[in-house]
């Protein structure tokens, strides 16, 4: 990742539509921003919905381990409606080339059966861990009792035996409803703490914010240039050092998984924690809204 920039530190938003005629596309993050996983946050769809109705392009760009056709079942099933987004691309969509390139090697899939579309139609042959090629790690397998630290004797062995981890979403945690819980980001993480080599297939590496550029150009008819982007997210580590790394303005909404260190201070609070991280949003709100 690049190093922490040394521009100024967030400028405060009341609302997206005072910055909206700078921006051609907007890369938007889903749960924690257009969702928490168990409710639509109504006026951040609004939110999306204005941008479209303004000419701005909106791609969901998410760290869900499951191609964008489950995702958009997810969101109808949430009612946010087809008409808030252009496109969605996942790092499901992105870890899927990852699997192909291994056509054929036996993969232990560390993660619950939600997630087994990711390996709907590709030749990945699921075995034991004593079996495995490589890892295919989606997430925990009870992300509510469980903790990376739950596979340390697992990943150890990983290690040793000198396996690839393909991390399908490298998320450390995410708000479930206002529960934090861990991510398949946390199991990659201790798994290089203990040596072992990962791949990571989504923010905030740059192959899912290329993609998520292609599939907009395509649907513009356009190139779009980088000072005409913006990256909306919740998460520092994930969407505003992503945004950082593709060179696009970031925008941060503080009402996710940092909400506790940011809802309840004062702005000149939020000012120094943004201050003081790796990667200092160009903009910060509260929530999404118009």
Same mark, same amino acid.
């Not at 006026?43 to 869900?64: D, K, S």
């Given at each position: 990742?690049?190093?922490?920039?040394?521009?100024?530190?967030?400028?405060?938003?009341?609302?997206?539509?005072?910055?909206?005629?700078?921006?051609?596309?907007?890369?938007?993050?889903?749960?924690?921003?257009?969702?928490?996983?168990?409710?639509?946050?109504?006026?951040?769809?609004?939110?999306?919905?204005?941008?479209?109705?303004?000419?701005?392009?909106?791609?969901?760009?998410?760290?869900?381990?499951?191609?964008?056709?489950?995702?958009?079942?997810?969101?109808?099933?949430?009612?946010?409606?087809?008409?808030?987004?252009?496109?969605?691309?996942?790092?499901?969509?992105?870890?899927?080339?990852?699997?192909?390139?291994?056509?054929?090697?036996?993969?232990?899939?560390?993660?619950?059966?939600?997630?087994?579309?990711?390996?709907?139609?590709?030749?990945?042959?699921?075995?034991?861990?004593?079996?495995?090629?490589?890892?295919?790690?989606?997430?925990?397998?009870?992300?509510?009792?469980?903790?990376?630290?739950?596979?340390?004797?697992?990943?150890?062995?990983?290690?040793?035996?000198?396996?690839?981890?393909?991390?399908?979403?490298?998320?450390?945690?995410?708000?479930?409803? +206002?529960?934090?819980? *861990?991510?398949?980001?946390?199991? #990659? /993480? =201790?798994?290089? &703490?203990?040596?072992?080599? @990962?791949?990571? !297939? +989504?923010?905030?590496? *740059?192959?899912?914010?290329?993609? #998520? /550029? =292609?599939?907009? &150009?395509?649907?513009?008819? @356009?190139?779009? !240039?980088?000072?005409?982007?913006?990256?909306?997210?919740?998460?520092?580590?994930?969407?505003?050092?992503?945004?950082?790394?593709?060179?696009? !303005?970031?925008?941060?909404?503080?009402?996710?998984?940092?909400?506790?260190?940011?809802?309840?201070?004062?702005?000149?609070?939020?000012?120094?924690?943004?201050?003081?991280?790796?990667?200092?949003?160009?903009?910060?709100?509260?929530?999404?809204?118009?």
């Amino acid at each position: 990742m690049p190093p922490k920039p040394t521009s100024p530190a967030a400028k405060a938003l009341t609302g997206f539509a005072q910055i909206a005629p700078a921006f051609d596309l907007c890369l938007c993050d889903i749960w924690g921003v257009v969702h928490n996983g168990v409710a639509a946050h109504r006026e951040a769809v609004e939110a999306l919905q204005a941008m479209r109705a303004r000419g701005t392009t909106v791609i969901l760009v998410t760290n869900a381990p499951r191609p964008r056709a489950a995702i958009e079942t997810q969101l109808a099933s949430l009612s946010v409606p087809r008409d808030a987004f252009d496109g969605i691309v996942t790092s499901g969509d992105v870890c899927r080339a990852l699997i192909e390139a291994r056509a054929g090697q036996p993969v232990y899939m560390l993660g619950p059966d939600r997630d087994l579309p990711l390996l709907a139609g590709l030749d990945a042959p699921r075995v034991s861990p004593e079996a495995a090629n490589y890892v295919l790690c989606t997430g925990l397998f009870d992300d509510e009792v469980e903790t990376a630290e739950t596979y340390a004797p697992l990943l150890a062995g990983f290690a040793a035996r000198g396996l690839t981890l393909i991390c399908a979403n490298p998320d450390l945690v995410v708000d479930r409803g +206002g529960a934090i819980v *861990p991510c398949a980001g946390s199991v #990659a /993480l =201790a798994y290089e &703490q203990v040596g072992g080599h @990962a791949i990571y !297939a +989504g923010k905030p590496h *740059p192959p899912i914010y290329e993609m #998520a /550029l =292609a599939m907009a &150009q395509d649907k513009r008819g @356009a190139p779009v !240039a980088r000072d005409r982007i913006c990256a909306i997210g919740d998460a520092i580590r994930t969407d505003i050092a992503g945004a950082h790394a593709f060179g696009v !303005a970031g925008i941060m909404v503080m009402a996710g998984i940092h909400a506790q260190d940011l809802l309840e201070a004062s702005w000149d609070a939020r000012h120094d924690w943004l201050s003081r991280q790796d990667h200092v949003p160009t903009y910060a709100l509260p929530h999404l809204v118009w």
